[in-house]
């Protein structure tokens, strides 16, 4: 099972809007991985938790916020954001580090 | 600038013909390249990897050089077919991080 699930597939949220990204693998993976991808664009790493820790910030700004309760979850919760926060946030993870990452296929955000 | 790009971001194939998609890196202490597949909608699917100790790897229907001489990495598809058809990203991990940076990506028509 290479599966890599994430939730909700679409999400539509004002400025003012609090909600939260999910992602979740079952493969035993250790590194998990957060991306924002634009139209037309290739994926921008946001941030990388390694052993549920996070080992990699990429200078995303705060209103994003990270966080990894266990081993096999991922959540991105998201405050204030911004209309050009809107694109497609991708979910990752790989067995260790520097191993290959496998995605989910995403949520797809717009805000108004 | 980015250390991953792609001689071209368009690349139309006819059915049934052989497909090879560029990549030029920069960085000499990459170690790990990884070609995924991106069709509409969906997040990128792992085809194929290769790690800096070998110059050539085989897939199903697929083949990826490394000539790290020239900093060159190629992805080739043998047999183009309409399910071929999507954004092509090769992607490096530059070692000694999680890291890996995505490429701009081709996009690759099948012409019937």
């Known amino acids: 099972d290479t599966e890599v699930t994430q939730t909700p597939k679409h999400l539509v949220m004002g400025m003012t809007n609090k909600k939260s990204l999910k992602c979740e693998q079952h493969m035993g993976h250790r590194a998990m991985y957060w991306y924002k991808q634009k139209a037309k664009k290739p994926p921008e790493l946001m941030f990388v938790y390694s052993y549920e820790k996070l080992s990699i910030n990429e200078s995303v700004p705060s209103r994003f916020s990270p966080e990894c309760p266990n081993s096999s979850l991922l959540n991105l919760h998201l405050h204030a954001l911004q209309p050009e926060d809107s694109a497609l946030y991708l979910c990752a993870s790989s067995q260790r580090n520097q191993e290959t990452q496998y995605f989910g296929p995403g949520t797809r955000l717009l805000v108004l | 600038g980015e250390s991953v790009g792609l001689h071209l971001p368009t690349l139309s194939v006819q059915e049934g013909d052989n497909s090879i998609i560029n990549c030029a890196y920069s960085?000499?202490?990459?170690?790990?390249f990884i070609w995924y597949k991106q069709e509409s909608g969906k997040g990128p699917q792992f085809i194929i990897d290769?790690?800096?100790?070998?110059d050539k790897r085989q897939g199903q229907r697929v083949t990826v050089l490394l000539n790290k001489t020239v900093k060159h990495l190629s992805l080739q598809i043998a047999a183009t077919q309409p399910g071929d058809s999507a954004v092509y990203f090769c992607?490096?991990?530059?070692?000694?991080?999680?890291?890996?940076?995505f490429g701009k990506g081709t996009r690759l028509h099948i012409l019937p």
């Open positions: 290769i790690r800096s100790n070998m």
């Open positions: 992607a490096e991990n530059m070692g000694g991080d999680d890291k890996i940076i």
């Open positions: 960085n000499s202490a990459s170690d790990y």
